[in-house]
């Protein structure tokens, strides 16, 4: 099964993914994997910083401007192949995805979380997210 999970929420016994694209400061488990793959590109993470900044960062910032550009990087094929092992791996393992961002409904997390579920891994995460799935599904079929 896998967790989304905000960075310092302490999971046990479970794998500890961080899907960002620069670990901070805070303190990291003694096991866990940086997999910058499955975050936003520093160009879009500089952009959504400059919105969060500038108190822009809301739904509609969210939706129009940086959900198509993390759905387009999510078409990479590194990003493909993890979010494909991940499927996999949810129903063998315990697995969290972690993040910085305080609201998950408005962090890569809920993107990440649709599409795996719409992909049909075992995961907690809202059923409202599987529409990531299908605009990740339009996304793919655009660059392939």
């Given amino acids: 099964m896998i967790e989304l999970k905000r960075i310092g929420e302490i999971t046990e016994n479970t794998i500890n993914w961080y899907i960002v694209r620069r670990l901070g400061d ?7 994997l940086h997999v910058p793959d499955l975050s936003p590109s520093d160009e879009l993470l500089d952009e959504y910083k400059a919105l969060r900044d500038a108190e822009n960062w809301n739904s509609y910032t969210f939706s129009t401007i940086y959900l ?77």
């Fill in 68 to 144: 198509p550009k993390f759905l387009k990087e999510m078409t990479a094929e590194t990003a493909v192949e993890k979010l494909e092992y991940l499927v996999r791996a949810s129903r063998e393992k315990d697995i969290a995805l972690f993040c910085f961002c305080k609201t998950e409904s408005l962090c890569h997390r809920s993107i990440i979380g649709g599409i795996l579920k719409g992909m049909g891994a075992d995961i907690d995460c809202s059923d409202e997210y599987v529409k990531y799935y299908r605009m990740y599904q339009e996304e793919l079929a655009r660059e392939r």
């Fill in 26 to 32: 805070e303190p990291l488990p003694l096991v866990y």
